[in-house]
């Protein structure tokens, strides 16, 4: 990269944007390796606090960061090909984490307004994430990934509806005094729903 794309970090280590993009993948993969575990096995997983979901957004950032400097030509083709294998990994995530946030409703029914605010932050995510994948070239759904993305926009759709009619959107201010953080949560994973479905819808756009 040129001068403009080289800086020096915090702890004055000289970095480079296709270093950060190779260095990202490395983590990435890492982080994933339980999820690859699983799938593989075509077993379920359990959230256990691992590593990943600490990230922000249990890693969609993450991903959504990479996939963009990888769609311009930054890293090397190993990463793309780190990009490229968190496809089907994710579409792996979508059933089990919709299994996972459902199973947890039924059994925390009190915890269910905030337990459907997680479930709309993971299906727009997901679908922000590989709506904008697909828009770079990264991957192009098949069948079986198309019918799973349309799922998902209904079901985001349901959860959303789901909020509505706990009246989750009506007292927002009264939420905040309640809770900052599920407000912040509502506020924030609302845009990233909006985002998922108009990239799922083919109406939205992205510059890159």
């Not at 702890?11 to 490395?26: C, E, K, N, R, V």
């Not at 996972?100 to 679908?127: E, S, T, W």
Request: charge should be negative.
């Amino acid at each position: 990269p040129g001068p403009e794309l080289q800086w020096i970090a915090t702890d004055g280590t000289p970095m480079d944007l296709d270093f950060l993009t190779s260095f990202t993948a490395a983590v990435i993969t890492q982080e994933s390796g339980f999820l690859f575990d699983s799938m593989q096995r075509h077993q379920p997983f359990e959230r256990q606090g691992q590593p990943l979901f600490s990230y922000t957004c249990g890693g969609a950032h993450l991903l959504q960061g990479l996939s963009y400097a990888v769609a311009r030509g930054y890293g090397t083709p190993t990463d793309r090909k780190a990009v490229e294998a968190q496809v089907p990994l994710w579409f792996y995530r979508l059933e089990n984490e919709l299994r996972i946030y459902d199973d947890a409703i039924k059994r925390n029914p009190k915890q269910k307004a905030r337990l459907l605010v997680q479930r709309m932050k993971f299906l727009g995510h997901f679908l922000e994430s590989m709506g904008k994948m697909e828009a770079m070239g990264l991957f192009v759904p098949d069948d079986t990934q198309q019918a799973a993305l349309e799922g998902a926009a209904q079901n985001l759709v349901l959860t959303v509806d789901g909020l509505e009619k706990l009246g989750v959107f009506d007292h927002m201010e009264e939420l905040r005094g309640q809770d900052e953080q599920l407000y912040l949560d509502v506020i924030g994973d609302s845009c990233h729903a909006v985002r998922g479905l108009e990239m799922v819808l083919g109406r939205g756009k992205i510059r890159w």
